[in-house]
């Protein structure tokens, strides 16, 4: 049985796929080479606390998923530019996930370099996303 949050976070790496050439994992760990158009990797987040409303009982979340964008290569900031702005158009096109949630917004993300010995240093940055839904069990 999928639950509501699996679907929601499901259809979130789905739609991060419809960005061209970018390779999306989820859950994974960054894996020794980048392609030079990026790697965006989809970490599950906290639901947080939810609102609760009685009659009927609901939960309603505002759940913190961060998609991990990286890139590598001489021209690293053009390519982590459009990365980021691929990623608004594709949240910007689909708020809903397919009906499966309230509303998604993401955050700016906060870019840094990091060094990688023996190669061209990575740009990255967290880009949160904020998953707004309702759900009537709290495990679900």
Do not use: N
Request: charged share 20%.
């Amino acid at each position: 049985m999928t639950t509501p949050r699996e679907t929601i976070l499901t259809a979130l790496a789905d739609l991060l796929r419809t960005v061209p050439h970018v390779p999306v994992l989820r859950g994974e760990v960054l894996p020794e080479r980048v392609s030079t158009a990026g790697l965006m990797i989809l970490r599950d987040g906290e639901p947080g606390e939810p609102g609760v409303t009685l009659s009927p009982l609901r939960y309603h979340y505002q759940h913190r998923a961060e998609i991990e964008a990286v890139v590598q290569g001489a021209d690293r900031d053009a390519t982590f530019a459009a990365l980021c702005a691929s990623i608004g158009a594709a949240l910007s096109a689909d708020r809903t996930l397919g009906g499966h949630c309230d509303w998604i917004e993401a955050e700016a993300p906060r870019p840094v370099d990091l060094p990688i010995e023996g190669a061209a240093s990575l740009k990255a940055a967290v880009i949160p996303a904020i998953l707004h839904y309702s759900t009537a069990d709290p495990l679900a």
